[in-house]
């Protein structure tokens, strides 16, 4: 059973079709790739799914539920960009607790759930107060992927995600991602131009062509 | 040969710009000389209260220039941060570079016209007349400041973020955007309050130089600059002074961010 269902998705600019009748499944757990020369609609499938951009026809299902209409911070979607997006003005409690937060769960409940995504992502508590400009790279993606977890996201949304990481580190920082994305069984969509990176982190590797996706595979 | 070329050349390139730092700091350098040489002259000005009224005045028209920038700038950045609209471009050219440009005169001769004595809404020569002059030249300094922030924080992707966590659009703007911008936002309305200081033309022209009502530290130096020129210099200390001091805390606000 798919979690993510995308059916006959078209989304123009004028007379261009940049997403044309696009499909797309994934299932539980699945962590898929999607590739694609700049400017051909990569950012465009990823607004759709976010909900800034509302496709023109097709649809979006996310665990059973059509999206259409429904706001981005509804969807229970954890959008994940370059360098992880971590908040600079919080600590690493209040980044990790952010979404509660906002929720206005109580504190009691706030901490104790920090706690336990501390322990979920494999963090030591003395890092809480610290300021997340203090943190490594390894930390701030635990960070990011706790933060996200709060909220209990259907499904996560890489945007370039190894494409700050420094050459050397790069194979290294994807396995660990996927590694704690695949510990965490939600599904998971990576945006990404680098072939490397898309063998690194996915099972399954679409290039977007065309307005649509065809299954690929990378020769190492 | 090459060696001693690039000498020659680091020695004009160090010519020029030490000749524009002079020019720059002669003003400043020759009202402190004034001051100390003459520092008697201050007398009159401490026992002057039209003096005082003007320095009143300009501290609270420029303070509610401050409180209205400090309204509208939050609003009207995100709208052009964020949003898509006719004429964008132009518009925040009309809010930010053309105000900075505008000649004073005109800004002054405009809102004669427009809330003068011949117009429905009677504003010339009030306190309101001062704080309408000094609002359009001061507040494009902050909403340049925080627009330019927010486009960064825009381009970052971190608002993206808080969406996908929750937030609406009051929690973006309230718990990732303004206090992520909070360094700019102060360093963008200590400038508007410098210039708000500072301004003359267009409170000359539309508000006048009524003592005890509109006349501020400009317009009283202006007034009495070949009269009683000592008395004019104790004001311009006085209004470089508190520049100074705007520029160096807006300075020290920038410098510090980590952001």
Same mark, same amino acid.
């Given at each position: 059973?798919?979690?993510?269902?995308?059916?006959?998705?078209?989304k123009?600019?004028?007379?261009?079709?940049?997403?044309?009748r696009?499909?797309?499944?994934?299932?539980?757990?699945?962590?898929?790739?999607?590739?694609?020369?700049?400017?051909?609609?990569?950012?465009?499938?990823?607004?759709?799914?976010?909900?800034f951009?509302?496709?023109?026809?097709?649809?979006?299902?996310?665990?059973?539920?059509?999206?259409?209409?429904?706001?981005?911070?509804?969807?229970?979607?954890?959008?994940?960009?370059?360098?992880?997006?971590?908040?600079?003005?919080?600590?690493?409690?209040?980044?990790i607790?952010?979404?509660?937060?906002?929720?206005?769960?109580?504190?009691?409940?706030?901490?104790?759930?920090?706690?336990?995504?501390?322990?979920?992502?494999?963090?030591?508590?003395?890092?809480?107060?610290?300021?997340?400009?203090?943190?490594?790279?390894?930390?701030?993606?635990?960070?990011?992927?706790?933060r996200?977890?709060a909220?209990?996201?259907?499904?996560?949304?890489?945007?370039?995600?190894?494409?700050a990481?420094?050459?050397?580190t790069?194979?290294e920082?994807?396995a660990e991602?996927?590694?704690?994305?695949?510990?965490?069984?939600?599904?998971?969509?990576?945006?990404?131009h680098?072939?490397?990176?898309?063998?690194?982190?996915?099972?399954?590797?679409?290039?977007?062509?065309g307005?649509?996706?065809?299954?690929?595979?990378?020769?190492? | 040969?090459e060696?001693?070329?690039k000498?020659?050349?680091? !020695?004009? +390139?160090?010519?020029? $710009?030490?000749?524009? #730092?002079?020019? =720059?700091? &002669?003003?400043?350098?020759?009202? %402190?000389?004034?001051?100390?040489?003459?520092?008697?002259?201050?007398?009159?000005?401490i026992?002057?209260?039209?003096f005082?009224?003007?320095?009143?005045?300009?501290?609270?028209?420029?303070?509610?220039?401050?409180?209205?920038?400090?309204?509208?700038?939050?609003?009207?950045?995100?709208?052009?941060?964020?949003?898509?609209?006719?004429?964008?471009?132009?518009?925040?050219?009309?809010?930010?570079?053309?105000? !900075?440009? +505008?000649?004073?005169? $005109?800004?002054?001769? #405009?809102?004669? =016209?427009? &809330?003068?004595?011949?117009?429905? %809404?009677h504003?010339?020569?009030?306190?309101?007349?001062?704080?309408?002059?000094?609002?359009?030249?001061?507040?494009?300094?902050?909403?340049?400041?925080?627009?330019?922030?927010?486009?960064?924080?825009?381009?970052?992707?971190?608002?993206?973020?808080?969406r996908?966590?929750?937030?609406?659009?009051?929690?973006?703007?309230?718990?990732?955007?303004?206090?992520?911008?909070?360094?700019?936002?102060?360093?963008?309305?200590? +400038?508007?309050?410098?210039r708000?200081?500072?301004?003359?033309?267009?409170?000359?022209?539309?508000?006048?130089v %009524?003592?005890?009502?509109?006349?501020?530290?400009?317009?009283?130096?202006?007034?009495?600059?070949?009269?009683?020129?000592?008395?004019?210099?104790?004001?311009?200390?006085?209004?470089v002074?508190?520049?100074?001091?705007?520029?160096?805390?807006?300075?020290?606000?920038?410098?510090?961010?980590?952001?």
């Amino acid at each position: 059973m798919p979690i993510v269902v995308i059916t006959q998705l078209v989304k123009a600019y004028g007379a261009h079709r940049v997403l044309d009748r696009l499909n797309l499944e994934i299932a539980a757990g699945e962590i898929v790739a999607l590739m694609g020369k700049s400017g051909v609609g990569k950012t465009t499938l990823l607004s759709c799914i976010l909900g800034f951009e509302k496709p023109d026809s097709g649809s979006i299902e996310i665990d059973g539920y059509d999206v259409a209409g429904v706001a981005i911070e509804e969807r229970r979607l954890a959008y994940v960009p370059q360098d992880y997006g971590l908040f600079p003005h919080l600590s690493v409690r209040d980044n990790i607790a952010f979404g509660m937060t906002i929720r206005k769960k109580p504190h009691t409940e706030i901490d104790q759930r920090v706690q336990e995504l501390l322990h979920t992502v494999e963090l030591p508590k003395i890092i809480l107060n610290r300021g997340v400009d203090r943190l490594s790279g390894g930390e701030r993606q635990r960070v990011a992927l706790a933060r996200a977890l709060a909220v209990e996201p259907k499904l996560f949304l890489f945007d370039e995600p190894l494409s700050a990481v420094d050459i050397e580190t790069r194979g290294e920082v994807g396995a660990e991602l996927r590694r704690n994305i695949k510990k965490l069984n939600i599904p998971a969509i990576v945006i990404t131009h680098d072939p490397n990176d898309a063998r690194t982190l996915a099972d399954t590797i679409y290039r977007l062509e065309g307005g649509v996706l065809q299954k690929t595979t990378i020769k190492a | 040969m090459e060696r001693h070329k690039k000498q020659y050349t680091e !020695q004009v +390139l160090t010519v020029f $710009a030490f000749s524009w #730092i002079a020019w =720059f700091l &002669f003003p400043i350098l020759f009202l %402190i000389g004034a001051l100390v040489f003459k520092f008697s002259a201050l007398q009159p000005i401490i026992s002057d209260d039209r003096f005082w009224w003007a320095f009143i005045i300009s501290l609270i028209s420029a303070f509610v220039v401050v409180v209205l920038t400090a309204l509208f700038v939050v609003p009207t950045a995100y709208v052009f941060a964020y949003k898509e609209f006719r004429f964008k471009k132009f518009l925040e050219t009309l809010l930010i570079e053309i105000p !900075q440009t +505008l000649p004073p005169v $005109a800004v002054g001769v #405009i809102y004669v =016209f427009a &809330f003068g004595v011949h117009s429905p %809404i009677h504003l010339a020569f009030t306190f309101a007349a001062v704080v309408i002059a000094k609002l359009i030249v001061s507040a494009p300094f902050a909403l340049g400041y925080v627009l330019r922030k927010f486009r960064e924080i825009r381009a970052s992707k971190i608002d993206l973020v808080a969406r996908s966590l929750g937030a609406n659009t009051y929690t973006v703007i309230f718990r990732v955007l303004v206090p992520m911008a909070r360094q700019d936002i102060i360093a963008g309305l200590t +400038l508007a309050w410098a210039r708000a200081m500072g301004e003359f033309g267009g409170s000359l022209i539309f508000a006048g130089v %009524i003592a005890y009502k509109t006349e501020i530290l400009p317009t009283y130096a202006n007034r009495i600059v070949h009269t009683d020129p000592f008395l004019a210099l104790g004001a311009t200390a006085i209004m470089v002074l508190f520049s100074i001091i705007a520029l160096t805390t807006a300075r020290i606000v920038l410098t510090k961010k980590k952001i």
